[in-house]
Nanobody, 112 residues
Framework: QVQLVESGGGLVQAGESLRLSCRGSGSMFATMGWYRQAPGKQRELVAS???????TYADFLQGRFTISRDNAKNSVYLQMDRLQPNDTAVYFCHGKLFRDYWGQGTQVTVSS
């Protein structure tokens, strides 16, 4: 059974950092990444990385977040620096292996 399990969300103040982790079970994903969904908004891509370590980032990040991946652990990470209140959202781990798989989501709240 293919699953994605996230960890690392929480409450921080503006300017602080958080690191999200996601571990997949089953076969290695072709692409792994992170999406987020704020209240009343659509889910949007934050960053993704292929199994060959090619990264894609959303334009709005302005270099504040860094995605990394460990294929041996079937895991993906998101280092989030200089967090801002508008980064507040539920962050979902995503994996693509013939179809899309999603984690349960982890809440990130940034206070001003």
């Amino acid at each position: 059974q293919v699953q994605l399990v996230e960890s690392g969300g929480g409450l921080v103040q503006a300017g602080e950092s958080l690191r999200l982790s996601c571990r997949g079970s089953g076969s290695m994903f072709a692409t792994m990444g992170w999406y987020r969904q704020a209240p009343g908004k659509q889910r949007e891509l934050v960053a993704s990385m292929t199994s060959g370590y090619v990264a894609t980032y959303a334009d709005f990040l302005q270099g504040r977040f860094t995605i990394s991946r460990d294929n041996a652990k079937n895991s993906v990470y998101l280092q989030m620096d200089r967090l801002q209140p508008n980064d507040t959202a539920v962050y979902f781990c995503h994996g693509k292996l013939f179809r899309d798989y999603w984690g349960q989501g982890t809440q990130v709240t940034v206070s001003s």
